[in-house]
């Protein structure tokens, strides 16, 4: 069943929302892991940021296979879904990184001194996810005629 999907335009849009990112990776033993992140939308990648000695990352650093969904909260659902790979950055991340991707959600100055807490709780490192294939759905836009649910 295919699902009214986003223009590009409006996926732009859409990615520029306040939104929750969940990336799933896959653990050791085969199981898919899901994590909850604040993200930013980079034209060509995904940037997350994370601690450098999470599960999320040592999954990564085992298998880069994951894919990404973020989603709307409340009707008319909207959202899209990321298949490609993750790249766990080969450094540690900046304050200045991290408030980047933070500074959507709150105030600049509160992004810093929210990058500058969960620093001090461990290192972190950045997350490039590079989509190979999207999926998206607005159930806001009308299902077309030949769709029979």
């Not at 599960?55 to 894919?67: H, I």
Request: aromatic share 10%.
């Amino acid at each position: 069943m295919k699902l009214p999907p986003f223009s590009e335009a409006e996926l732009i849009d859409f990615l520029a929302g306040k939104w929750i990112a969940k990336l799933a990776t896959i653990c050791k033993d085969g199981k898919p892991r899901m994590s909850s992140m604040w993200y930013e939308y980079r034209n060509d990648h995904v940037a997350l940021d994370t601690y450098e000695r999470s599960e999320t990352v040592q999954n990564l650093r085992s298998n880069p296979t994951a894919s990404l969904l973020v989603d709307s909260h409340e009707t008319p659902y909207r959202g899209v879904h990321f298949y490609g790979v993750a790249e766990v950055a080969d450094r540690l991340s900046s304050l200045d990184e991290i408030a980047q991707i933070w500074n959507r959600y709150t105030t600049p100055g509160d992004a810093m001194g929210r990058a500058q807490t969960v620093s001090r709780r461990g290192p972190r490192v950045g997350i490039r996810f590079v989509p190979e294939r999207k999926v998206t759905y607005d159930y806001g836009k009308p299902f077309p005629q030949s769709l029979t649910l």
